[in-house]
């Protein structure tokens, strides 16, 4: 019954903002750490934002630092993702998943690997 699902995808014009949700079911929020993922045509995924529910702490890619910024609804076992000054760059897959007991910075050195647990994917658009 472990569900993620992720929403708020679409087409916007560079410079543009869009906020990614990320609704989770089916296990102990405060037990996992929350990760944004992006894979491009042709590119691998790459690790984007990352946070910890229970405690705050958060990792960002240097490539989205200052433009993005995770938070956790804790009640309603959510985590956005808001996108501001959109690139071109930008445009990708999107998808949430959750690791076990992992501190954000993890996503910095391993990547998707401890993440177990994915959504089905949002679709961003960043035109030019």
């Known amino acids: 019954e472990v569900q993620l699902v992720e929403s708020g995808g679409g087409l916007v014009q560079a410079g543009g903002s869009l906020r990614l949700s990320c609704a989770t079911s089916?296990?102990?929020?405060?037990?996992?750490?929350i990760g944004w993922f992006r894979q491009a045509p042709g590119k691998e995924r790459e690790g984007v934002s990352c946070?910890?529910?229970?405690?705050?702490?958060?990792y960002y890619a240097d490539s989205v630092k200052g433009r993005f910024t995770i938070t956790s609804d804790n009640a309603k076992n959510t985590v956005y993702l808001t996108m501001n000054s959109l690139k071109p760059d930008d445009t990708a897959v999107y998808y949430c998943?959750?690791?076990?007991?992992?501190?954000?910075?993890?996503?910095?050195?391993?990547?998707?690997?401890?993440?177990?647990?994915w959504g089905q994917g949002t679709l961003v658009t960043v035109s030019s």
């Open positions: 998943a959750a690791a076990f007991l992992t501190a954000p910075q993890v996503m910095g050195v391993l990547g998707p690997s401890v993440f177990r647990e």
């Open positions: 089916g296990f102990t929020f405060d037990d996992y750490t």
């Open positions: 946070i910890s529910p229970r405690n705050g702490d958060t």
